[in-house]
């Protein structure tokens, strides 16, 4: 049996919403979530060199690569990302965990073993997202996904990811623990459990892609599973752990400043820019070079994820995700600071979300900004 809790998408038929407007503010307990024991603190670089392929699902949980063309690009810019105007006002279906339509919206989310909290920024409509899956495998053992999204160009993408993403990743990871998948994993020298999440990032990709929408998303997720710790991300969400109190960020950011990042883009045939602001741009256009979704920036805006795997001991004390909203305005040890602060004076677990959030706003941050934090201490 599995728990789910994955953010709503902004708009809903009329037939589904309440007849009353939403308040300023909610607040969501969410019970049960599952405990997972697990067991020492190395980290592994998993899948992070980049391919040039876009990977879809083949139907049978395999992934069908079709290589990209190398061929020079004309150096032009895409066609404009079109953000759809949301109204100031909205309603959610009942039992969702996320208030996105008010101005100044917030959100604050509890459950066992993590906590949330999401605020709009400035835009009419917030395009963060987040989910939390818990699935009990065998008796003995159980998975734990959880999920911040950003999306750009509107919510179609931010909605599919928030909805897809952690459901793809453990039916992929379900799928490898199948006796003959089981079999087939240990006599290769390639991580199944890593294998399993890069197949479900670029089959959620897929998915969107295959709908025909505008718009992207980036990502930063973590699964728990058997011991291990996998974060995976695309763009720039970020995965911060607490390790004896000290920060350790386990992702990189996929920005088009990034040295690696900008040659792996021009040795595709496209270009990066600087424009007046200092912030580099893919075509001109986008300062992300890692997404789901970006259908007219596909062949240098890839969803192929960065994964690292890190064994869980009794130092790895808790988990920051959260949206750049954040990381604009806040460090990583800042951050880690806040959250240490908060339980060690005893406060409830969702106010030290709401105080790093509080941390980026005071900074001045207009960005929609949404942190979770994960207590690992739970599966040591």
Same mark, same amino acid.
């Given at each position: ?169 453990? *039916? =992929?990871? %379900?799928? !490898? ?11 290769? +020298?390639?991580? $199944? #459990? &890593?294998?399993?999440?890069? *197949? =479900?990032? %670029?089959? !959620? ?11 992207? +998303?980036?990502? $930063? #997720? &973590? ?158």
């Amino acid at each position: 049996m599995a728990a789910v809790l994955c953010s709503p998408p902004v708009s809903v038929p009329a037939a589904s919403t309440a007849s009353s407007p939403l308040s300023m503010r909610r607040t969501t307990k969410v019970h049960p979530i599952v405990s997972i024991t697990v067991g020492d603190a190395s980290k592994e670089q998993l899948f992070a060199p980049a391919v040039d392929a876009f990977a879809p699902c083949n139907g049978s949980g395999g992934v069908v690569e079709q290589i990209e063309s190398t061929k020079k690009a004309p150096r032009r810019r895409p066609s404009m990302l079109v953000i759809p105007v949301v109204p100031e006002a909205g309603e959610t279906p009942a039992g969702w965990g996320v208030v996105v339509a008010e101005k100044e919206a917030e959100v604050e989310v509890e459950g066992e073993g993590f906590c949330l909290s999401s605020r709009r920024g400035a835009r009419h409509a917030n395009e963060d997202a987040y989910c939390a899956i818990t699935h009990k495998v065998r008796a003995d053992s159980q998975l734990a996904f959880y999920g911040v999204y950003d999306g750009h160009g509107g919510r179609a993408a931010v909605d599919l990811v928030s909805e897809r993403l952690g459901k793809n990743v453990v *039916a =992929a990871v %379900l799928a !490898t623990t199948e006796p003959k998948e089981a079999a087939a994993a240990a006599s290769s +020298s390639v991580d $199944a #459990t &890593a294998a399993a999440i890069r *197949a =479900a990032y %670029l089959t !959620t990709d897929s998915e969107f892609l295959g709908q025909g929408l505008r718009g992207g +998303s980036c990502a $930063a #997720t &973590a699964l728990v599973k058997d011991g291990d710790l996998y974060v995976a991300n695309l763009g720039d969400c970020r995965a911060v752990m607490s390790r004896g109190g000290t920060a350790t960020a386990l992702t990189s950011d996929h920005t088009a400043a990034r040295g690696d990042e900008r040659a792996r883009i021009e040795s595709s045939g496209g270009y990066v820019s600087c424009g007046t602001n200092g912030v580099w741009r893919v075509q001109d256009c986008l300062a992300v070079s890692r997404a789901f979704g970006d259908a007219s920036l596909k062949r240098w805006v890839i969803s192929e994820p960065e994964i690292t795997r890190h064994t869980l001991t009794t130092g790895c004390e808790f988990l920051v995700l959260a949206s750049d909203g954040l990381w604009n305005k806040v460090s990583n040890q800042e951050a880690v600071d806040a959250v240490s602060r908060s339980n060690n004076a005893g406060r409830n677990s969702a106010g030290c979300c709401k105080e790093i959030v509080d941390m980026a706003r005071s900074r001045g941050s207009r960005d929609d900004i949404t942190v979770m934090v994960v207590d690992l201490k739970r599966f040591t």
